[in-house]
């Protein structure tokens, strides 16, 4: 079974007081976040933290090293949701927003480096834009043992329309769906602009000097635990190559 | 906010609008209803992907049905709706397009597929399936130095939407077919709530640009107290048509509603909403809940590491 945490923020007042943000408070959320939490909760998995609005801290993805404590929240568990507001940056790193500075307002992407030592394995960022899909390289060393980073390369809505994804997300995992696909398939409804993405490293086998080997990634082979395959780490050392699969129309 | 740009926007409807609207009562299903219907679709499906779609294991939990089927195919049916999912099982990076194909082919494809599923039989009278949008999913790699793979058509992904007496059922896509290469069948989402036969109520529809009002008044409470430059676009316009929920929510009649997709850019963020406002004076369907709360047994961070220290 997988040991799982819940990030959500709803409310941006503290963010647009301080003047870091214009960004209005989300609606829909805790929809997104109760109903994944619940389904993988039902089938019996264990959750480890699941925090909201201002107990959600940039501090919980940034890793150890760089004064972070990833390794207590994020870095502590096989699979992680946060839902908030982002984008990214000029060189491909992923940009999210807090409502409250501990010690930043917003996360850096390149300032994560999960899996290391410990234990995530995947992350699903319900967030705009969290990926450059011109660069995705600028997401590479978030990396260090991680297996999937879910996100979005355009706009992810707020909308009565996609408060179920979050349950549709934790409902496919259970059912045996790969963790690209569960992602995929559970933030669509094939008419919302919702543009999900999943990136994963592979090894040189898998880049097959070009020829890629898809069948040998994460994106394919990849389950949460307890509901089929789950690939080995892929240490830094062996990484050969960077891989996306998108959503687009 | 500039409101005149983006009232304009909203109103630029490309749909020829009813002056009135008939409110119509929704077939309500019980679940053996609905596991019946769903044999059938397995019965066609089964045939269009030359599997057994005959024998599988039915599990009917409170709000859902679950069909483990050879395989490793899968169906689903969720009761508050009658919305059904069925997939091949097909492994996600495996039996990908050859090469790119033009949309209009893929279209082509996914109208066949569709056929072919029988699932124009759920149709009554007066109810039609119309193309909607092809989505298009797929891959690409890049090494250590930058060099990227050319990038490999997965799945194609026509959707489809539900009409009523020529008026769109808004809401999720009626009908979504995912196609893998050589358009073989990969996955059917289907979402179409039937009406009864029952005209309940014939109403007027309320004029364009007082929904847009309603719209605009909508973005100006939720970002009336945000100071700086905030951008909103609308390129679609608004939509006019019934409304159907998602699909673990029940839904009794289907009434008439504009919808707009609104992206908002902020100066590091950026954000996209779908609003909706009655089309009718009078209130038929519960628009825009408000969003849950977080669960009340979460305790706080802060108190937690207190209570540590």
């Given at each position: 079974m997988a040991r799982f945490g819940v990030e959500g923020i709803r409310y941006f007042n503290h963010a647009r007081a301080a003047g870091v943000s214009t960004a209005s408070d989300l609606t829909y959320t805790f929809n997104r976040t109760n109903g994944f939490d619940s389904v993988l909760r039902g089938a019996g998995h264990i959750r480890a933290f699941y925090w909201v609005n201002t107990d959600c801290w940039e501090t919980d993805i940034r890793d150890t090293d760089q004064g972070g404590s990833d390794r207590s929240w994020v870095d502590d568990v096989d699979l992680f949701w946060i839902e908030t507001h982002g984008n990214h940056e000029a060189d491909g790193q992923a940009r999210m927003l807090y409502d409250t500075p501990q010690t930043g307002w917003r996360t850096y992407s390149g300032q994560w480096q999960l899996g290391e030592n410990w234990n995530a394995e995947w992350v699903m960022a319900y967030s705009c834009k969290t990926v450059d899909r011109n660069n995705?390289?600028?997401?590479?060393?978030?990396?260090a043992g991680l297996h999937i980073y879910c996100g979005a390369w355009e706009n992810m809505y707020d909308a009565w329309t996609t408060d179920e994804c979050g349950e549709d997300v934790a409902h496919n995992l259970v059912h045996g769906d790969t963790v690209s696909h569960a992602w995929h398939d559970g933030v669509s409804d094939w008419a919302v602009d919702n543009h999900p993405i999943t990136v994963c490293v592979g090894d040189a086998a898998t880049w097959n000097g070009g020829n890629i080997r898809w069948d040998l990634s994460y994106l394919n082979r990849d389950h949460l635990w307890g509901h089929g395959n789950v690939e080995p780490d892929l240490p830094p050392s062996q990484q050969a190559c960077i891989l996306w699969y998108w959503t687009e129309g | 906010m500039d409101t005149e740009k983006l009232m304009e926007a909203l109103v630029s409807i490309r749909q020829e609008l009813p002056d009135e609207i008939n409110i119509l009562e929704l077939r309500r299903s019980s679940v053996d209803d609905q596991q019946r219907r769903l044999r059938k679709l397995l019965e066609s499906s089964g045939d269009a992907c030359e599997r057994n779609f005959d024998r599988g294991q039915w599990q009917t939990r409170d709000d859902y049905t679950v069909v483990n089927l050879p395989q490793g195919a899968r169906a689903e049916l969720f009761h508050a709706s009658g919305a059904v999912k069925l997939t091949s099982g097909r492994s996600d990076m495996e039996s990908f397009f050859k090469e790119p194909e033009p949309k209009q082919q893929l279209i082509k494809r996914a109208e066949t597929m569709l056929k072919t599923l029988g699932i124009h039989e759920q149709l009554g009278r007066g109810e039609t399936l119309a193309f909607e949008r092809m989505w298009q999913i797929k891959a690409c790699a890049a090494d250590r130095s930058g060099k990227a793979s050319e990038p490999v058509l997965c799945r194609a992904v026509g959707a489809f939407r539900h009409q009523v007496e020529g008026i769109p059922v808004l809401g999720p896509a009626s009908v979504a077919v995912q196609l893998a290469g050589n358009g073989e069948f990969d996955m059917v989402s289907i979402l179409i709530r039937n009406p009864?036969?029952?005209?309940l109520d014939r109403v007027k529809t309320v004029h364009p640009e007082r929904a847009a009002r309603n719209l605009v008044q909508q973005l100006a409470a939720q970002f009336g107290n945000s100071k700086g430059d905030i951008q909103f676009d609308c390129p679609d316009g608004m939509r006019f048509g019934y409304l159907s929920l998602p699909k673990r929510k029940a839904q009794r009649l289907l009434a008439p509603v504009y919808m707009a997709t609104i992206d908002v850019t902020h100066e590091k963020e950026r954000q996209g909403l779908v609003l909706v406002v009655q089309a009718t004076e009078k209130s038929y369907l519960p628009l825009n809940p408000p969003g849950h709360e977080s669960p009340p047994s979460i305790s706080s961070k802060t108190a937690g590491r207190r209570c540590c220290c």
């Open positions: 995705v390289g600028g997401l590479w060393n978030i990396f | 009864a036969g029952e005209t």
